[in-house]
């Protein structure tokens, strides 16, 4: 037992040298490996991804791709608007951001289906929990797969999130003769059995999981509308690392594409609308400012607790949110297509823009009424 009083002795740490970390001796990791290109480099090296590569796809470097592209957005946007949902706490108490959702005092509404005659068969789901996130699947010819939403808190599980859902929907399409448009044949096998040719849209950039998923079931892209800071751009680091296939040397993890890629407006307009989001709640909530909170419990709950959550899930329950949502749903318009009779590719089949507007528009019109926040396929 050391004296007491005695002086303890003194550690002394390494020196802190710049000489790089030998590869690990793994009998996968070799040195030709995209690993090993990265393993003496900063961070940014992994997550910077050259859009000048000759190996990003032909629809990103034509007007008429990008356009085709911000169609398929706008008809994300213009769903996601459809089937709003912002009770992320519950329909009931207060949302100090969503004045504009509110539906009388105290209540606040979800699902906004707005028909002519009001059906008694429809449910108006204000009691839905869950997030305003979303994503659809695109073939190479560019006709509508599929759609879904970020289901975590229906099912309570963090598994849920739409991205991944989708690519389990796409594996299941491949073995059933199904379609939005019901009863359509489809000769030998469905148009999701080779995601190499998807693509997917989804408003939020992807995190672990779902780039994983989407790796896993070789997706060829997935453009997003919006950046997420928790996702920590790992969508970038798995399409640098993941490598080629031997065969074709298509890229083996999906090309994350940030919408202002595509030339998208919204793009800004949502990461600056989060960006200012966060920063204010972060201060109302250090200010105690109740007006600026994202929800207050209603007073007979038990142990009411003043939520400031800063997520990015609680900015796109705000009005701020559904503002730039119902702004992209606008441009699903036929006089926004600039090029309606061109192609984005030569292969036979492709639609033209006008029918990508076409296809987009008819398929909100099926999911408008069928959809009932998620997908219209029979499953």
Request: a negative charge; hydrophobic letters at 35%.
């Amino acid at each position: 037992m050391a004296n007491v009083g005695q002086t303890p002795p003194t550690i002394i740490a390494p020196p802190v040298t710049n000489t790089p970390l030998p590869l690990p001796d793994l009998p996968t990791l070799y040195e030709s490996s995209d690993l090993a290109k990265y393993w003496d480099g900063p961070v940014s090296d992994m997550v910077n991804v050259d859009w000048t590569s000759c190996e990003i796809p032909e629809d990103l470097n034509t007007e008429v791709g990008r356009e085709r592209h911000r169609i398929y957005c706008f008809l994300l946007m213009k769903l996601i608007r459809r089937f709003w949902n912002g009770n992320k706490r519950g329909p009931l108490g207060e949302y100090p951001r969503r004045k504009k959702q509110e539906l009388v005092a105290g209540r606040y509404r979800g699902d906004m289906f707005d028909p002519p005659v009001p059906d008694p068969l429809r449910v108006n789901w204000d009691r839905y929990l869950g997030h305003n996130i979303a994503c659809l699947a695109v073939d190479g010819k560019g006709e509508i797969i599929d759609f879904e939403f970020n289901h975590n808190d229906f099912f309570r599980s963090s598994a849920e999130h739409a991205e991944s859902r989708m690519v389990r929907r796409l594996f299941g399409l491949t073995d059933i003769r199904d379609s939005w448009r019901t009863g359509r044949e489809i000769p030998e096998k469905s148009r999701a059995f080779a995601l190499k040719d998807v693509t997917l849209y989804t408003s939020l950039e992807s995190c672990a999981q779902c780039s994983g998923v989407m790796s896993l079931g070789r997706v060829k892209q997935v453009i997003y509308l919006q950046n997420d800071p928790g996702a920590y751009q790992v969508g970038n680091i798995m399409y640098n690392l993941a490598g080629r296939q031997a065969d074709d040397q298509t890229a083996l993890a999906a090309i994350p594409v940030p919408a202002s890629l595509i030339g998208l407006p919204h793009y800004g307009a949502l990461n600056r609308g989060y960006a200012h989001f966060m920063t204010d709640i972060t201060d109302a909530k250090l200010k105690s400012d109740q007006t600026r909170a994202f929800y207050i419990p209603p007073s007979f709950m038990p142990n009411p607790r003043i939520d400031y959550d800063p997520s990015i899930t609680s900015f796109l329950c705000t009005d701020v949110a559904l503002e730039i949502f119902e702004d992209g749903a606008k441009y699903l318009d036929p006089s926004q297509v600039a090029h309606p009779t061109c192609q984005y590719r030569s292969t036979p089949g492709t639609l033209t823009n006008a029918q990508v507007l076409a296809e987009a528009m008819e398929f909100f019109k099926y999911a408008d009424v069928e959809g009932f926040r998620g997908s219209p396929h029979r499953l």
